[in-house]
T-cell receptor, first 117, second 111 residues
Framework: GAVVSQHPSWVICKSGTSVKIECRSL??????MFWYRQFPKQSLMLMAT?????????EQGVEKDKFLINHASLTLSTLTVTSAHPEDSSFYIC?????????????FGPGTRLTVL | LAKTTQPISMDSYEGQEVNITCSHN???????ITWYQQFPSQGPRFIIQ???TKVTNEVASLFIPADRKSSTLSLPRVSLSDTAVYYC????????????FGAGTTVTVRA
C-alpha cells in the first residue's frame, strides 16, 4: 500500500512555543490530507481537512488560528500547533488518499506524539 | 457521516477465529465500509474495504449482508500480534472521504 510519513515522531516543547508537524505521502500524490488527534485511551478525532492549494477546512470546535495547516504541495501537509499548552499534548495523526490508486482507502501516517511541558 | 456501533472489547485465544460485527443502520447508497487496525502509539492500518457481499484478502474477510446495515470482520486464526483496536468506518465517496472514528473494538488475544 501507499506510504505516509510524519516528522517528527515525537516532540517535547515548552508551554507557549509553536510546533510544526509534517505529513508526507512518499510514493503517491494527495490533493487532500486529513489531520486527527488522539488522546490516551480514546479514538481518533478528525481535526481538519487539508486541501492542496487552498485553505483547510476545520471541524467544529477546532480553532483554526491555533492549529495552522498548510498544504503547499501534492505530497506535503504541515500542522503547526501555535502557542502550545499542556492540554494540547496528544497523538497527532495524518492520513491521505492515493488519487491514482483507484481505491477509497486512506493511508495513515505513524503519528506524532506531542508533549507540552 | 453514518454512525457505527461495535462491541467495546473481545477476548480470544491464539488460533481461533475472531468475528467483529459492526452496525451501520444509516449507511447511504454511496458509502463504503472500511476496517482499520491500530496498535498503541501507531497510526491506523487499513485492513479491508467492501461495498456489498463478501470481500477477502490475505489478512481478513468482510461479510456484508444485502441490506448493508451491518458488516462482520473475520480474522482467521488470530495470533498474539493481532491484539489491537479495530475500527469499523463508513465513508461517503464524496465529501472528501472524511472518516469518523467510533470507539473501536479492543481485541485481546491470549496464549
Amino acid at each position: 500500500g501507499a506510504v505516509v510519513s510524519q516528522h517528527p515522531s515525537w516532540v517535547i516543547c515548552k508551554s507557549g512555543t509553536s510546533v510544526k508537524i509534517e505529513c508526507r505521502s512518499l510514493d503517491f500524490q494527495a490533493t487532500t490530507m486529513f489531520w486527527y488527534r488522539q488522546f490516551p485511551k480514546q479514538s481518533l478525532m478528525l481535526m481538519a481537512t487539508s486541501n492542496e492549494g487552498s485553505k483547510a477546512t476545520y471541524e467544529q470546535g477546532v480553532e483554526k488560528d491555533k492549529f495552522l495547516i498548510n498544504h503547499a504541495s501534492l505530497t506535503l501537509s504541515t500542522l503547526t500547533v501555535t502557542s502550545a499548552h499542556p492540554e494540547d499534548s496528544s497523538f497527532y495523526i495524518c492520513s491521505a488518499r492515493d488519487l491514482a490508486g483507484g481505491g477509497n482507502e486512506q493511508f495513515f501516517g505513524p503519528g506524532t506524539r506531542l508533549t507540552v511541558l | 457521516l453514518a454512525k457505527t456501533t461495535q462491541p467495546i472489547s473481545m477476548d480470544s485465544y491464539e488460533g481461533q477465529e475472531v468475528n467483529i460485527t459492526c452496525s451501520h443502520n444509516n449507511i447511504a447508497t454511496n458509502d463504503y465500509i472500511t476496517w482499520y487496525q491500530q496498535f498503541p502509539s501507531q497510526g491506523p492500518r487499513f485492513i479491508i474495504q467492501g461495498y456489498k457481499t463478501k470481500v477477502t484478502n490475505e489478512v481478513a474477510s468482510l461479510f456484508i449482508p444485502a441490506d448493508r446495515k451491518s458488516s462482520t470482520l473475520s480474522l482467521p486464526r488470530v495470533s498474539l500480534s493481532d491484539t489491537a483496536v479495530y475500527y469499523c468506518l463508513v465513508a461517503l465517496s464524496s465529501n472528501d472521504y472524511k472518516l469518523s472514528f467510533g470507539a473501536g473494538t479492543t481485541v485481546t488475544v491470549r496464549a
